[in-house]
């Protein structure tokens, strides 16, 4: 293995783990988004195309698209709620 494929590992590895310890749920977020992208580069080197696609698309695009949706209604439901309790 090469330095470039140590390194991507080991933001894998980074990535994962900080996405798990996060409280704050917008950071954890935008970390999944860079696991996502770290994983596509992983695809390609493997020469797996399909996959890196796939990883692409389906993992920092749409799943992060539908999160940040329902962090924004999450939201707007705690901001309903405390404007009513005023």
């Keep these: 293995m090469d330095l470039f494929e140590l390194c991507l590992l080991g933001l894998l590895v980074v990535c994962g783990i900080s996405t ?4 704050n749920l917008l ?3 935008v970390i999944f988004m860079a696991y996502s ?5 992983v695809w390609v080197l493997l020469q ?5 696609i796939t990883e692409a698309a389906v993992g920092a695009g749409v799943s992060s ?3 940040f949706l329902t962090l924004k209604k999450i939201r707007d439901i ?3 709620d405390q404007d009513e309790k005023k």
């Design 20 to 23: 798990c310890l996060s409280r």
């Design 27 to 29: 950071a954890a977020l």
């Design 37 to 41: 992208v770290i994983m596509s580069i």
């Design 48 to 52: 797996a195309p399909d996959l890196a």
């Design 65 to 67: 698209v539908l999160l």
């Design 78 to 80: 705690r901001k309903k």
